[in-house]
């Protein structure tokens, strides 16, 4: 059974800086591509940035430049940079990871880390 756990999320002030990160049961290279998204209330969740197996990244618009998605095989993390936070970035934060096995798909989810952004 798959476990992610995610971690640093808080309370900062607009402009501040956090560090999320998301430690797996396991090796992640088994996945074929792991993720960050987010949900504030009243709205959908949203994908904030994503790393495929081979290292590849890509980001929403709204978080291209602030944010950044990197990974550690070694420890079996992921984690998200998140500079010049806005108040707009306030949300719970979910670690995804999608596991592919032939036409079977398999996705992952943490429980979620609240981020607050004050003005």
Known sequence: QV??????????QAGG???????????ISRFIAMGWYRQAPGKQRELVAGITSGGSTNYADSVEGRF??????AKNTVYLQMNSLKPEDTAVYYCNALRLVLTDRSDYWGQGTQVTVSS
């Open 3 to 12: 476990q992610l756990v995610e971690s640093g999320g808080g309370l900062v």
């Open 68 to 73: 950044t998605i990197s990974k550690d095989n």
């Open 17 to 27: 800086s956090l560090r999320l990160s998301c430690a797996a049961s396991g090796s």
